[in-house]
Antibody
Framework: EVQLVESGGGLVQPGGSLRLSCAASGFTVSSNYMSWVRQAPGKGLEWVSVIYSGGSTYYADSVKGRFTISRDNSKNTLYLQMNSLRAEDTAVYYC???????????WGQGTMVTVSS | QSVLTQPPSVSGAPGQRVTISCTGSSSNIGAGYDVHWYQQLPGTAPKLLIYGNSNRPSGVPDRFSGSKSGTSASLAITGLQAEDEADYYCQSYDSSLSWVFGGGTKLTVL
């Protein structure tokens, strides 16, 4: 079964760091474009970052320089390292697989990140 | 605000047809990039509903259809059912090398 399972969310103070994980099953992370999308409480979807199969990475302006997307091919897992966290980073973070059309076809269940003192 | 513009809400009675619009610009939809649609039921992850402007993934009923013209796109839902009540999001790609979403539309089945 094709599946994505996120973990690593939690409560962190402003300025702190957190690393999210996204374990994939049923397909190979490194052969696909993979992305992170977030949703603040009661708000819409916001694209965060993408890693291409070739390794190139891109970020939304709101997280550039603070977040880093990566993958571990041996563990078939996607990561999001989040540093210098701000209150406005509070959201449910979803990992998603990207289709050739640039649509997100497989989504994880999401992991909640709360940035608060 | 979101790069793609959607109406905040739409409503319809069971059995009726509703449409949700999605307006972009010359750097995303108007640049030729595909539009995709997602359905998000309360408390759940988004689900891909339409990809590549008008294609339905396996398992999505043919009551859902999509179209694109110029800098806009639309999602149509015919034969409205109570279980269609959800938030709907459009999404495309932008020439600034970013994925962009609409603000979302809440569909209420009366």
């Amino acid at each position: 079964e094709v599946q994505l399972v996120e973990s690593g969310g939690g409560l962190v103070q402003p300025g702190g760091s957190l690393r999210l994980s996204c374990a994939a099953s049923g397909f190979t992370v490194s052969s696909n474009y993979m992305s992170w999308v977030r949703q603040a409480p009661g708000k819409g979807l916001e694209w965060v970052s993408v890693i291409y199969s070739g390794g190139s990475t891109y970020y939304a302006d709101s997280v550039k320089g603070r977040f880093t997307i990566s993958r571990d091919n041996s563990k078939n897992t996607l990561y999001l390292q989040m540093n210098s966290l701000r209150a406005e980073d509070t959201a449910v973070y979803y990992c998603a697989r990207v289709l050739l059309h640039r649509a997100f076809d497989i989504w994880g269940q999401g992991t909640m990140v709360t940035v608060s003192s | 605000q979101s790069v793609l513009t959607q109406p905040p809400s739409v409503s319809g009675a069971p059995g009726q047809r509703v449409t949700i619009s999605c307006t972009g610009s010359s750097s995303n939809i108007g640049a030729g990039y595909d539009v995709h649609w997602y359905q998000q039921l309360p408390g759940t992850a988004p689900k891909l509903l339409i990809y590549g402007n008008s294609n339905r993934p396996s398992g999505v009923p043919d009551r859902f259809s999509g179209s694109k013209s110029g800098t806009s796109a639309s999602l149509a839902i015919t034969g409205l059912q109570a279980e269609d009540e959800a938030d709907y999001y459009c999404q495309s790609y932008d020439s600034s090398l970013s994925w962009v979403f609409g603000g979302g539309t809440k569909l209420t089945v009366l």
